[in-house]
């Protein structure tokens, strides 16, 4: 599945404006929701695999990392379809330092549709209302689609041994970038329901179907 990539958009940090073009649903993941965020990084092709920790990583090495990387020091957003985390950003803390690590992925067949946009504008939302001035992504030279992302949100990139790094300034939170965050966190989750209820109906719908025909057999 590849879906139709829009022409014409420009970067836009307001959370409530976001413009992919793939049905689907934006939220942050909950501390419990390890097996889905697993899955996803799993299912990354082997270039992305690379890409996403700048080196080729077995599947154990997922798994390991996934296991702790819900804890109290991070904040992952993930884009859902279906139920299916297909995309996540990943935000990581570092107090000593008062900046944030960053990390996009997305699964192949929804890249270029602006999800990775959508859920790095996230991130940058909740970075600038925890505080989080300086978002830091590091990422192979040839990751020209990380780099073009970065740009997007006047991402200063800087060269250091053999690596690419992207450096993003948040401004900082204001009662408006609070009142967002809230706000986007609501609509997110009435969506997250709303998608929740209609596979439930779609699947009551297919079982009774199959019922209604097995009773005329
Ligand atoms: C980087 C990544 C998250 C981008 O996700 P996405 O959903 O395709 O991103 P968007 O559709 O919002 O596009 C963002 C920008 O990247 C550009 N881009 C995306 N893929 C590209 C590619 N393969 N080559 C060049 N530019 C690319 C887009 O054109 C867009 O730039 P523009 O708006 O100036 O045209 C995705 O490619 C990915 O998961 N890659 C593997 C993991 C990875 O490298 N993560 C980054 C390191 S942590």
Same mark, same amino acid.
């Given at each position: 599945?590849?879906?139709?990539?829009?022409?014409?958009?420009?970067?836009?940090?307001?959370?409530?404006?976001?413009?992919?073009?793939?049905?689907?649903?934006?939220?942050?993941?909950?501390?419990?929701?390890?097996?889905?965020?697993?899955?996803?990084?799993?299912?990354?092709?082997?270039?992305?695999?690379?890409?996403?920790?700048?080196?080729?990583?077995?599947?154990?090495?997922?798994?390991?990392?996934?296991?702790?990387?819900?804890?109290?020091?991070?904040?992952?957003?993930?884009?859902?379809?279906?139920?299916?985390?297909?995309?996540?950003?990943?935000?990581?803390?570092?107090?000593?330092? &008062? $900046?944030?690590?960053? @990390?996009?992925?997305?699964?192949?067949?929804? *890249? !270029?549709?602006?999800?990775?946009?959508? =859920?790095? %504008?996230?991130?940058?939302?909740?970075?600038?209302?925890?505080?989080?001035?300086?978002?830091?992504?590091?990422?192979?030279?040839?990751?020209?689609?990380?780099?073009?992302?970065?740009?997007?949100?006047?991402?200063?990139?800087?060269?250091?041994?053999?690596?690419?790094?992207?450096?993003?300034?948040?401004?900082?939170?204001?009662?408006?970038?609070?009142?967002?965050?809230?706000?986007?966190? &609501? $609509?997110?989750?009435? @969506?997250?329901?709303?998608?929740?209820?209609? *596979? !439930?109906?779609?699947?009551?719908?297919? =079982?009774? %179907?199959?019922?209604?025909?097995?009773?005329?057999?």
């Amino acid at each position: 599945m590849r879906h139709v990539r829009r022409q014409g958009r420009t970067a836009r940090t307001d959370a409530m404006m976001d413009d992919f073009t793939t049905p689907g649903v934006i939220r942050k993941l909950l501390p419990w929701e390890t097996a889905a965020f697993r899955n996803h990084l799993l299912r990354l092709d082997p270039q992305a695999r690379h890409c996403r920790f700048a080196a080729g990583v077995s599947d154990q090495t997922i798994i390991t990392y996934a296991e702790k990387a819900l804890g109290p020091d991070a904040l992952v957003h993930g884009f859902f379809v279906e139920g299916a985390l297909r995309g996540a950003a990943e935000l990581r803390l570092l107090p000593e330092t &008062g $900046s944030g690590e960053v @990390a996009v992925t997305v699964e192949d067949d929804w *890249r !270029l549709t602006g999800i990775g946009t959508a =859920l790095f %504008r996230r991130l940058l939302l909740t970075a600038r209302n925890r505080g989080v001035e300086n978002l830091v992504m590091s990422c192979l030279p040839a990751n020209r689609a990380m780099q073009r992302l970065a740009a997007r949100f006047e991402g200063k990139i800087s060269y250091a041994s053999g690596d690419v790094f992207a450096d993003v300034t948040t401004p900082p939170a204001s009662p408006l970038s609070l009142w967002r965050e809230a706000w986007t966190d &609501g $609509s997110s989750l009435a @969506a997250a329901l709303f998608d929740t209820q209609v *596979r !439930l109906l779609r699947k009551q719908a297919r =079982l009774s %179907r199959q019922f209604v025909a097995g009773t005329r057999t």
